[in-house]
């Protein structure tokens, strides 16, 4: 099985940006290892032991830390030693080298630290070493200036090449990092617009989309009262029963359907799905937004919901009551949002349905006084229903 080095000290939690930030500075402190493992070897072959040691040390320190990440995974641990490991390269580095010339060139390749650190995102991290970073620079300068040392005991043509060679590998090291800033901002804000994105179709699933945008323009409390509204409920008759029958996950899946096709159904009618309790479906219609026929488009979809229910569910029935009338409508929660109404309409309308018939409309006399063609209303008897006494409904059929 391969291993992909690039993924140590990854969780599973870390956005796209997170990794790819880990993965480009695990290639950096990989590569400033295996360069600083050449050159001494290079050096050690000139005769140069003392700057060899140094680099030995630092392609030692590099592979050790990097498998402690492997046993570990614990990346911030391993990203402060690599940092305190590359400072401290170049510190050795630039001390063996100080009375040379072009010494200072070894603290361009220290450039990985402060920039290695703007790579994290960090930006408490990135002020911190780019102080260090700059005291460094100034320590240096002054000791030179105070105590001046011998050139080391170099071969003139390697101590030639040495700085220059440091400074050109450093630079080439700090434009890998900052393309790799760059790739990883970018990264980042596309995720970012992911994630955005994502939470606009999380909101919109629970809240109506104009009151999603109010919620947005002016959090607070939002209430209205809307004179005339009709309010659908829906209930799959002998429900408790046949959930008896059932085992959980077919209950689940025939309510995801059935509540799926309604879902459709609302958005075909131009209505406002409020809220599933159970097995119980409620729409509205003239809510949040005003509809002009919002009560032929709710007894429209009525129809169609059994039709629907009759394809998902063969064999069971729907009960559905409507009715028509004031509402007061509102948001409510904290952490969880719910738009719903509230009202002497509502309450009616989820008397239709309990007292309804299965497999039939129910709708209150005032709905009926709304619906003519093309509907058919059958009047029942008048029933005792609970907290309004007798009341005169009917069934509504779709004419042929």
Partial sequence: MAVN?????????????????????IVLN?????IALVYGIVIAIAGARLLAIVLFTAASAHAVNFAILGFTQRYPRYLRASTVIALGFTIAVRYVMRGYPGADGMLIGGLVVPGSAALTGNRRATYLWCTIYGLLMAAFAVGDWLWPAPPPAIPAALAASIGPTIAITGMVVVVLMIFGLARGRKELAADLEREH?????LLLNVLP?????????????IAERFEETTVLFADIAGFTTLSSEMDAGEIVQMLDRVFAEFDGLARKHGLEK??????????????PLPKA????????????MLDAFAQ???????????????????VIGREKFIYDLWGDTVNTASRMESHGVPGEVQVTERVASLLRDPFDLEQRPPIHVKGKG???CYLLRRRR
């Fill in 5 to 25: 080095f690039l993924t140590w000290g990854q969780r599973e939690r870390d956005t796209p940006a997170t990794r790819l930030s880990k993965s480009n500075l």
């Fill in 30 to 34: 990989l590569s400033i290892g295996a």
């Fill in 197 to 201: 994105a994502r939470s606009e179709a």
């Fill in 209 to 221: 989309a104009s009151i999603a945008e109010r919620l947005k323009r002016e959090p607070g409390v």
């Fill in 274 to 287: 409020i809220k599933t309790i159970g097995d119980a479906y409620m729409v509205a219609g003239g809510v």
């Fill in 293 to 304: 026929d919002h009560v032929q488009a709710a007894a429209r979809m009525a129809l169609d």
């Fill in 312 to 330: 998902c569910a063969p064999g069971r029935q729907l009960r559905i009551g409507m009715h028509t009338g004031p509402v007061v409508a509102g």
């Fill in 390 to 392: 007798e009341m005169t």
